[in-house]
């Protein structure tokens, strides 16, 4: 199939499956922190088999289910599931209150909520006279409950199988019906002012922004990501589209105290990241260092003024020589070797989002021959929008748009205005907040102040 040719996210997926079946697609810790294996063919398998436990239930095409649970392998299956069902997933963060849970629930018209355990189903049964909608919860790990209400992902599976021998074909048949227009993803922004909002974003959205990352050509197969941010935030949803579009071996566990672990063990190529992770890391090299005593902070400190010196020529596109050339190695193998180790020693980049990154983290970091690559974008814009590349980057900006990406900065007060395949169709039942932030003819008003530099960044 040509770059441009999937009409949805399940489409994509399926392709993917019967394309590559026997390389890796999912990595993740069983219970006791062994990593295993996950091929494409497997995933096709259980996400088939998802999708028939939904329609099996009745899901009719664009109905919403929920998911509220933690990062982790099966939060994917199901999300694929429920496209491959021709639903359209909610995602619920997993700190979210009993309110906000009733509230995005109803307001989605939720039939089939996903729960990660029996906390969270706990969570969900102390409001159940408030979600009239939910006929069924579905527990990724953990016990049903007696009356049939809530039940496990297990035995969502097996009744789908057991649709499958039923309904022979309508599996692809119902795949085959969904539109680009159809809506995919739900995700209610956090609602800071006022009540969340629910983006409505479409198949088209996820299909073209897994296109436009493919077509950087910054990521391959002969990759290996570690995936770790929020699957109910679209920073996470758009690495997942990336991931089935292109075929990237991805190492899955959203635990955050696991986190640097985890990436000496993964050992990946490349981690997409929030700024305070950053800042974390570098707080505590920097602390390490000066606790080392005075010799170990006096090398720390002269290697990172020569790391700080051949960043800013490789930022002109320079490399070190002569002398600095000689203390780079040097400064090298006394701290900057140690600090990639740390990261598993093959990573060929981070990429920055959701937050402004501090430019003086971002040297830092080069210093140490890691690059982060700082991006920009909204729920709204089904995320990725803007991303400095590998070869071009310019600290302290978010880079240049991705293909297919045109940008306007507003006259008057010089407000971003973006226009993409990957903007949302508007907010669920709010027309009016909708007509506000689409102008006519499908601008986003993106609330940001920005400029484009000289060259284009």
Not at 95 to 119: H, K, R
Not at 402 to 419: C, F, K, S, W, Y
Request: aromatic fraction near 10%.
């Amino acid at each position: 199939m040509g770059a441009a040719s999937f009409k949805s996210f399940p489409e994509m997926f399926l392709h993917r499956v019967s394309s590559t079946p026997d390389s890796d697609a999912f990595y993740y810790p069983d219970a006791d922190d062994a990593w295993q294996t996950l091929r494409w063919k497997d995933v096709g398998e259980r996400v088939r088999n998802i999708a028939g436990g939904l329609r099996a239930f009745g899901l009719e095409l664009e109905q919403r289910c929920s998911i509220l649970s933690n990062t982790r392998y099966e939060w994917i299956l199901v999300d694929i599931g429920i496209s491959c069902a021709r639903g359209a997933t909610t995602t619920i963060y997993p700190s979210t209150g009993e309110d906000g849970c009733a509230y995005i629930l109803t307001d989605s018209a939720t039939p089939v909520l996903f729960v990660e355990d029996e906390s969270q189903l706990a969570k969900v049964v102390s409001i159940r006279d408030r979600i009239p909608t939910v006929e069924r919860v579905v527990l990724i790990s953990g016990r049903g409950t007696d009356d049939g209400w809530a039940i496990t992902l297990a035995e969502l599976e097996k009744q789908g199988k057991a649709w499958h021998a039923e309904n022979p074909g309508a599996y692809e048949a119902g795949i085959a019906e969904v539109q680009p227009d159809h809506i995919a993803t739900l995700i209610y922004t956090s609602g800071t002012t006022g009540e969340p909002k629910g983006v409505e974003l479409v198949h088209d959205c996820w299909v073209y922004e897994a296109e436009a990352m493919d077509g950087l050509g910054i990521m391959s197969p002969a990759d290996k990501q570690f995936l770790w941010l929020p699957l109910s935030h679209s920073f996470g949803k758009v690495l997942e589209a990336a991931t089935i579009r292109i075929g990237i071996p991805t190492a899955i566990d959203g635990r955050l105290d696991r986190i640097v672990s985890n990436l000496a063990t993964v050992k990946p190529t490349f981690v997409a990241a929030v700024p305070r992770i950053f800042e974390k890391v570098f707080n505590k090299i920097v602390s390490g260092a000066r606790a080392g005593g005075t010799v170990k902070w006096k090398v720390f400190s002269w290697s990172l003024e020569v790391g700080k010196e051949v960043s800013q020529l490789k930022q002109r596109g320079r490399q070190p020589s002569g002398g600095l050339a000689m203390k780079a190695a040097a400064a090298d193998k006394l701290v900057f070797s140690k600090l990639r180790a740390l990261f598993g020693g093959r990573l060929r980049f981070f990429i920055s989002g959701s937050a402004p990154l501090n430019r003086d983290i971002a040297e830092f970091f080069h210093a140490a021959g890691v690059l982060i690559l700082e991006g920009y974008g909204l729920t709204e814009s089904s995320a990725a929008t803007f991303v400095n590349r590998p070869e071009r980057f310019k600290f302290g900006t978010v880079g240049m748009g991705l293909p297919g990406v045109q940008v306007r900065i507003a006259e008057e007060d010089g407000e971003i205005l973006l226009h993409s395949r990957g903007v949302m169709r508007g907010y669920h039942n709010k027309p009016e907040v909708s007509a506000a932030t689409l102008t006519e003819d499908g601008w986003l008003r993106t609330g940001d102040i920005g400029v484009i530099d000289a060259d284009g960044f």
